[in-house]
């Protein structure tokens, strides 16, 4: 048990220490991630819509579909940060269970690669009966090279994550991904238009830029620092406990990436089957929300990270003042408990300035923006459509990012399933075939994306009352213990004996496994689609 002046120490010296913080480096690291990620995205659409009107429709949904897939699938793996993160932080460090950690971990990036690929080999044989023949054979060729990548972009994530927790090394990982997205582009370029190779080049780009990433990191790997673990030795000890912690952690945050990626996708889906020059004259409006969302990602990790470490320090200084029955712990948790409505605050505020700025470069610069994806002859008509569905998406992006940020703040008290069950369920299962019943009535895809702000925004105000509740049951906690602590000395005989009143809620909020196993994020970023 750590005694009572350190765990004091981090919180009384917090502002002073903030400059140097390491969790401000791991939002910068991500920052630049998802800044990477979106370069690649955006760019990758851009070279495609320069082969043809076809590969123009075929660009549009590219994206999502890739971040539906590899980003649903890679989520699973970021419980790798956090499986490690708790193996660092035992009292005995047993690197027979890190090595477990690392192998099994290595074993489902490549498992769960080759699901991936076969998904994307899946989606060459659907696309194009679902869309436009012509543009889903385009976006299907795209998605057949790509598929190469499936495998070594799991493993890119992966290793990211344990050389952040092994080597606390927040600049390896970002260079890999630089390594990855801006040679990607560059290969795809040059294979599309040089080698006229069209869409297979493009992804082939990728899977060339995401093979040589991961070969680099997994030689990286083999430094000193490593080697005690023997990672090349098969056996595993504890290998099926391990699986099953790391796929009942790893699935709800699969589902959080799918409530993000795969309602992008069934819309886009859905109005490629319905007409193929609506899907054109949308892709400004999707790579607008692509760009916006990724940075949103940004605030939700910063807003979760900080809500997380403030709940960590809060558990220890409650189990100090039910050992002490100190005043200044129970401050202190009080304290946390307004740091955190602090940190919400201020990451809203964070994102909406962020958001902002974003839709004023766009929008006022919005036939430049455009033009860069859409045919220079494109019609008066089409245009207007264009315009009126890049507002739209730029509009919907203030619902998302606060439904993304308070989603990220709530993380920080382990609700990750929850909020993410509620998302899928308003914004897909109800949204999607909502939004589109009124917009085949109303022969207007537009529709779409304003039932998708809509059941964002309904999604934003149910994380809200969940944080709401969360914070009020901190404060029912703090205000009953006060009144334990001003009561008559005799009542202090029995405050030991149930120092969490059953009839409080608020003590299930200091679970100590929840709160250690929901800090996942809290590892080094590792910007994924």
């Not at 819509?49 to 649903?72: C, F, H, K, Y």
């Not at 009953?480 to 030991?496: C, Y």
Request: proline share 3%.
């Amino acid at each position: 048990m750590k005694t009572s002046d350190a765990l004091n120490q981090p919180l009384m010296d917090s502002n002073a220490s903030q400059p140097s913080d390491p969790m401000v480096g791991k939002v910068i690291a991500f920052g630049f991630n998802s800044t990477l990620v979106a370069v690649h995205m955006i760019g990758n659409c851009l070279i495609l819509s320069s082969l043809g009107p076809d590969e123009e429709a075929a660009a549009s949904l590219t994206s999502s579909i890739i971040g539906a897939i590899n980003g649903t699938i890679a989520g699973i793996l970021l419980t790798t940060g956090n499986q490690l993160g708790d193996a660092l932080e035992e009292k005995e460090i047993n690197d027979t269970k890190i090595a477990s950690i690392i192998k099994i971990a290595w074993q489902l990036s490549f498992y769960l690669g080759l699901l991936s690929t076969s998904l994307f080999l899946l989606m060459r044989l659907l696309l194009p009966y679902i869309l436009t023949f012509n543009t889903g054979v385009i976006a299907g060729n795209f998605l057949m090279a790509f598929a190469i990548a499936a495998i070594p972009e799991l493993f890119i994530v992966t290793n990211g994550l344990i050389i952040g927790q092994i080597e606390k090394n927040a600049i390896i990982p970002l260079v890999s991904v630089a390594l990855y997205r801006l040679p990607a582009l560059a290969l795809s370029y040059t294979f599309s238009k040089i080698y006229s190779l069209g869409a297979i080049g493009v992804g082939l780009g990728a899977a060339i830029g995401a093979v040589f990433s991961a070969i680099v990191m997994q030689l990286y790997l083999l430094r000193e620092i490593y080697k005690k673990y023997n990672l090349y030795n098969h056996i595993i000890p504890d290998r099926n406990l391990l699986l099953k912690s790391f796929l009942k952690e790893g699935l709800k945050l699969a589902l959080l990436r799918f409530s993000e990626w795969g309602n992008l996708a069934a819309i886009v889906l859905l109005i490629g089957h319905w007409d193929n020059s609506t899907l054109k004259i949308m892709q400004p409006a999707i790579q607008a929300t692509t760009l916006i969302n990724l940075n949103s990602q940004g605030m939700s990790l910063a807003a979760m990270m900080y809500t997380t470490r403030h709940r960590k320090k809060q558990t220890e200084q409650y189990k100090l003042f039910q050992e002490t029955s100190s005043e200044h712990h129970l401050e202190n948790f009080s304290k946390l408990s307004k740091e955190n409505k602090s940190i919400f605050y201020k990451n809203n505020f964070a994102g909406l300035l962020l958001t902002t700025i974003f839709f004023t470069s766009i929008y006022f610069k919005r036939t430049s923006f455009m033009h860069l994806f859409l045919d220079s002859a494109i019609k008066q008509e089409q245009y207007d459509k264009a315009n009126q569905f890049l507002l739209a998406s730029l509009i919907s992006t203030y619902p998302d990012m606060l439904r993304i940020v308070s989603g990220g703040t709530l993380r920080g008290w382990g609700d990750i399933l929850l909020p993410t069950l509620f998302s899928i369920a308003c914004m897909t299962i109800v949204g999607v075939p909502t939004g589109a019943a009124v917009a085949y009535a109303a022969s207007n895809a537009i529709w779409f994306l304003w039932l998708r702000a809509a059941t964002m925004g309904v999604s934003t105000l149910a994380n809200w009352g969940l944080l709401a509740r969360r914070t009020n049951e901190d404060n029912q906690l703090y205000s009953q213990e006060t009144v334990k602590l001003n009561a008559p000395k005799f009542g202090s005989l029995f405050h030991h004996s149930n120092p969490l009143d059953s009839s409080v809620a608020a003590s299930q909020n200091l679970r100590d496994a929840d709160v250690s196993k929901e800090t996942v994020r809290e590892t080094l970023p590792i910007a994924i689609l």
